[in-house]
């Protein structure tokens, strides 16, 4: 079992910048592949950005040139750097991890999640 906390969340201005981070627990951090996901309200979860299965980092094309995940193994710690930020970006942001092969722009794909943190971009 894996548990995950987020942090960081807060109201920024449009073009600011934010750091989220993911404090996780359990089993070996480092078997699990992490990734960030967001909601806004009356939306679905959508894929923001995420590790592989072999480490290479992959975005969605919205976050793309703009967002950082990263990851501390010795700290069991996951992280997302968030500059630009736009309006748009608005959403409760949770982390997730999963352990299998698969699709990891697919939610269904992830066993773990975070609760949230809400990330609110003024314009």
């Known amino acids: 079992q894996v548990q995950l906390v987020e942090s960081g969340g807060r109201l920024v201005q449009a073009g600011g910048s934010l750091r989220l981070s993911c404090a996780a627990s359990?089993?070996?951090?480092?078997?699990?592949?992490m990734g960030w996901f967001r909601q806004a309200p009356g939306k679905e979860r959508e894929f923001v950005a995420a590790?592989?299965?072999?480490?290479?980092?992959v975005y969605a094309d919205s976050v793309k040139g703009r967002f950082t995940i990263s990851r501390d193994n010795p700290k069991n710690a996951a992280y997302l750097q968030m500059n630009s930020l736009k309006p748009e970006d608005t959403a409760v942001y949770y982390c997730?991890?999963?352990?299998?092969?698969?699709?990891?722009?697919?939610?269904?794909?992830?066993?773990?999640w975070g609760q949230g943190t809400q990330v609110t971009v003024s314009s």
């Open positions: 590790f592989s299965w072999n480490d290479n980092t």
């Open positions: 997730a991890a999963r352990s299998t092969f698969g699709a990891y722009s697919d939610p269904r794909t992830y066993s773990y």
């Open positions: 359990g089993r070996t951090f480092s078997r699990y592949a």
